[in-house]
Structures are given as structure tokens and as C-alpha cells.
């Protein structure tokens, strides 16, 4: 695990100018624009009727494939998409860290928006808070832009078919509902929960399963911001730890650019703490990388200018005025 993520950080630090230039950056969105196109082919597909052409046994949990995408989340005629990934989740992952990225450096914030909320087809709780926090760090204006035309544009969609009123039913309204006091979607508390019943001395030492603890099977505990401790005891969780702090930060003081960028890491790996993961550990290597990177270049263009305007004789307020705006 260890070896994993220097290799990924490595690769991300040392080959970051190739791997997020304006190229890269159109591939990885385009790629993200041709798995949501195929969601979509395959939500209505699915909806109007058509069955599973194939399916494949991923470690005993059955992925189904239709049409244009996989899925192992099927109910009746309604599935929730997940493009070429193992479950729908992992779609809103990957949608989610290639926005970062493109917000991260200001370019076609409008593909950004329609990759985001496009995203939603995949049923995703982590997703919708994603993009009401999007919203959010848009400023008041284009939010209410967004919720106006997304409103809309959802009520006229599920009065125009039954089928999109079912999905957004399902996978949306009944998963925000609340119930004993959370939401009915909810399904990372629990974990939470079960892991402060079970944390003792060794876990916290070498981990469950570095201690080999057989009665811990069964136990889900593979998607919450303890899971690496856990599995792997409190020291390979600290660099875990370190970057949650360090991302929520930043998306409080960081430059106005890179705060949403911190803030949809912050929540995808809250729920998805895949730092240490050979694949998706690149991928967040490389926006880890570039939220330091940028952000370091700014600090040091604002300070150099800062050191340009108290050359004029500026008061200490006027030079705090300036810095609040540059």
C-alpha cells in the first residue's frame, strides 16, 4: 500500500505537466461525455423494456451489461449506470475528479456543469452533494441559474415520462427522505457505527486484517473515513487523515478556483478512500498535485504582488484590501 501510493505520487508530481495539459484534460472530459451518453442510452433502454445482454461474476457480485454500460444495481425495468466501472459509484468517482480538475484550472466551466449534473443519472447520493456543493462555490447568481433550469428541466422530464419520474422517485427523493433520524440512502453511518463497536488496541496497532481476525468477516467496512484504520491499523491511516484535514482547508482558504476542486475530493474520499488503490490512487495523485501546485503559484503571485504595491507607501489596510482582491 505504501509502495502504491509513492509510485502514484511520484508519477503524478514528476510527469504533472504532460498529464494535465489542455489535451489530457479534453480526453479525460470527452471520456467522461461518452460514458454519460451511454448511461443515459442504456437508462432509457432498460426502461423501455430491454433485458441484460451478458453479465460477468466480479468477485461474486453479478455485473450486468446493457447495452452501453455495466451495472450491478437493477431494479425492475431501472438501473443505475456504471459506465465501465465495477458499480455506479465508481462512475460518479471518476465524473467527479475529472471536473475537479477542469475547475482546478478555469477552463470550459460549462462542460464542467453538464458532466456534473449529467452525473446524476447514476443514482449517486455522494453525487448530489457534489453538485449542490458545486452550485455553492459558484457564487449565489449562477446557482440560482442552475437550480432554475435543473428544476424545470427535471419537473418536465418526469411529467413527459413515467420512467424518469420512477428513476428520479427511486434513486433521488425516497434516498433524502428521513428515517430514525437520517437519510434513508444513508448506507456509510452504519459503518461508522459498527467500527467504534469494534476498534480495540490491535486494530489500532496493526489493523483487522494485517490481525487476521476472522469474526470481523461480515463486517462492512470498505467505504468510510475509517476504513483504512480498520483494515490497517491508525499509522498507514495517518497520511489518510492528513490529506481529509488538509483538502477541507483549502476548501475554506485556498484561491476561490480550487475550493470546490477540495471540497468534491474532500467528500469522495470521505466515502471512497482509495488513496492507496494502484488505479484510482493516480488519478487522485494527480488532483492532489495540481490543487498544490496551483495553489502554491498563486501565493506567490500574490505575494509578489503585494511586494510591488507596498513600494507606493500603502497604508497596512489599504495593502489587506488589496490582497482580499487580487
Not at 509510485?7 to 472530459?29: C, E, P, Y
Request: glycine share 8%; aromatic share 14%.
Amino acid at each position: 500500500m505504501v509502495t502504491g501510493l509513492a509510485v502514484n505520487v511520484l508519477i503524478a508530481a514528476f510527469g504533472w505537466r504532460l498529464l494535465v495539459d489542455a489535451t489530457s484534460l479534453k480526453t479525460l472530459l470527452r471520456f467522461a461525455t461518452a460514458l454519460l451518453v451511454g448511461a443515459v442510452i442504456a437508462v432509457a433502454y432498460a426502461a423501455s423494456g430491454g433485458p441484460a445482454l451478458s453479465s460477468i461474476d466480479l468477485v461474486g457480485r453479478e455485473s450486468y451489461f446493457y447495452l452501453s454500460t455495466f451495472t450491478n444495481s437493477v431494479w425492475g425495468n431501472l438501473i443505475r449506470p456504471a459506465g465501465l466501472f465495477d458499480e455506479p459509484g465508481a462512475l460518479a468517482m471518476y465524473l467527479t475528479i475529472a471536473v475537479a480538475l477542469n475547475e482546478a484550472f478555469r477552463r470550459n466551466r460549462r462542460w464542467s456543469a453538464i458532466v456534473l449534473f449529467g452525473g446524476l443519472i447514476s443514482g449517486s447520493l455522494a453525487m448530489l452533494f457534489i453538485a449542490v456543493s458545486y452550485l455553492l462555490f459558484s457564487g449565489a447568481r449562477r446557482a440560482l441559474y442552475f437550480v432554475l433550469v435543473a428544476v424545470v428541466v427535471t419537473i418536465g422530464a418526469m411529467t413527459y415520462d413515467e420512467n424518469i419520474a420512477s428513476f428520479v422517485d427511486r434513486f433521488f427523493l425516497k434516498r433524502v427522505e428521513l428515517v430514525d433520524g437520517r437519510l434513508s440512502g444513508d448506507n456509510r453511518s452504519h459503518q461508522v457505527e459498527s467500527f467504534f463497536d469494534v476498534v480495540d488496541v490491535d486494530i489500532t496497532l496493526r489493523g483487522a486484517k494485517v490481525s487476521g481476525y476472522e469474526h470481523f468477516t461480515g463486517i462492512d467496512q470498505s467505504s468510510h473515513p475509517f476504513s483504512i484504520y480498520f483494515g490497517y491499523g491508525i499509522f498507514v491511516w495517518i497520511p489518510y487523515a492528513a490529506i481529509i484535514l488538509w483538502l477541507l482547508f483549502g476548501s475554506l482558504f485556498f484561491a476561490p478556483h480550487l475550493r470546490f476542486s477540495c471540497f468534491a475530493l474532500f467528500l469522495t474520499l470521505l466515502q471512497r478512500p482509495y488513496i492507496y488503490s494502484m488505479y484510482w490512487g493516480l488519478m487522485i495523485a494527480v488532483l492532489l498535485v495540481t490543487i498544490y501546485r496551483l495553489q502554491r503559484r498563486t501565493s506567490q503571485s500574490v505575494d509578489g504582488a503585494l511586494e510591488d504595491v507596498s513600494s507606493t507607501g500603502l497604508t497596512e489596510a489599504d495593502l489587506g484590501f488589496v490582497k482580499k482582491n487580487i
